[in-house]
């Protein structure tokens, strides 16, 4: 398949098929971007005078030629890959059992909707689905062979039925309702499944056959995507073990490769747990604001490594020699946005391969 925006497609698909194999090509898999130019491409002129947020994400017309506009003027090297996430928010197929989105400049916000622990309450809607659903085949549709669509952010089945009930009831839930939050999760769990079949079977021509996903730079033959559960770092061991431990078995026989959002220090509680998952792939870490460099974490990440699960990580720039030293490249992807043209990018490449082991 030839992708206009990415000249070496076919080198990155077999770079990509040894990640998933645990494997490498002479070094870790790389995301390296660049400005054409270098310098930023300047902001799209919208088709009409004002867009609400709204608009902005839902348009489909305008997310296509946006997207267009900042790819094109964008330099996919390594192991980048031009692709675009439908901007739903985050656990969206909330939306599916009538959760309520409120845009927010720099997020995407749900209204709770279910104010009892009453599973008759928790019903699926076909025709909230169809939004999705025609907004991802349209921009699929006319992206095909320019750039790749990839997954959505409906992810995490926990967090799906915290955006349906809220934080603070679900926190509730789980000691006076547990049966409750069992069931609504395996509930959603079988919607989550058919309608993440249906964005496959819609985009997969786009993506080569197979399925990408945007912001962690992954590509996959067959269907593949991230999971996660936020929620978690407000919980126990005990309470993850029991409730979030059977979504990830579920989901993750449900995809041909996964990958996991970990989201920060607060969830290494869970980890022995999380490695325990026999077919999760991959660990992405997040470094969250506030918390130490992710160069101080490179004991759980060798953990993580030994158990037999690939990494996908984002460092800053100066992170990134330590980590490749000291980190086996084998189902490994580094992820930069901090090069600042090609010949850094040149260094970069040839730094992983002098560290590849």
Not at 155 to 184: H, M, Q, T
Not at 224 to 229: A, E, I, K, N, T
Not at 243 to 253: A, S, Y
Request: overall charge negative; aromatic content about 10%.
């Amino acid at each position: 398949m030839i992708i206009k925006y990415k000249e070496n497609w076919e080198e990155t698909k077999k770079r990509m098929d040894a990640f998933w194999n645990k494997e490498y090509i002479d070094r870790c898999c790389l995301s390296i971007k660049l400005p054409k130019n270098n310098k930023p491409a300047e902001p799209l002129v919208l088709p009409k005078e004002h867009y609400t947020l709204e608009e902005s994400r839902t348009d489909v017309d305008f997310v296509f030629r946006r997207s267009e506009h900042w790819i094109k003027n964008t330099i996919y090297l390594a192991e980048a890959i031009p692709s675009v996430m439908p901007g739903f928010g985050v656990a969206a197929h909330s939306c599916y059992f009538g959760s309520k989105l409120i845009h927010a400049p720099d997020t995407i916000w749900f209204e709770p909707v279910i104010h009892e622990p009453d599973i008759n309450k928790l019903v699926y809607d076909e025709n909230a689905f169809d939004i999705h659903k025609n907004f991802t085949s349209d921009l699929a549709e006319r992206s095909n062979g320019l750039f790749m669509v990839g997954g959505n952010d409906n992810c995490g089945i926990i967090d799906a039925l915290a955006n349906l009930r809220s934080n603070d009831d679900l926190l509730i839930d789980l000691i006076d309702n547990p049966e409750f939050v069992e069931k609504a999760r395996d509930k959603i769990t079988e919607v989550w499944k058919k309608t993440q079949k249906e964005f496959y079977d819609i985009t997969k021509k786009s993506n080569d056959g197979g399925s990408s996903h945007s912001w962690m730079q992954t590509w996959s033959r067959g269907i593949h995507g991230q999971l996660q559960c936020d929620f978690s770092v407000m919980i126990s061991a005990k309470h993850y073990e029991r409730f979030v431990l059977p979504e990830l078995e579920e989901c993750t026989k449900f995809y041909d490769n996964s990958t996991y959002h970990f989201d920060g220090q607060e969830q290494i509680r869970h980890l022995d747990i999380l490695l325990s998952v026999k077919n999760l792939d991959n660990i992405q870490w997040t470094h969250v604001a506030g918390q130490p460099k992710m160069s101080n974490f490179i004991g759980v990440f060798n953990k993580i490594q030994k158990a037999g699960k690939g990494l996908v990580l984002a460092p800053d720039s100066d992170e990134i020699p330590f980590l490749l030293k000291n980190l086996s490249h084998k189902g490994l992807i580094i992820i930069t946005d901090g090069i600042k043209n090609i010949d850094e990018a040149n260094d970069l490449i040839k730094l992983a391969e002098q560290y590849a082991h």
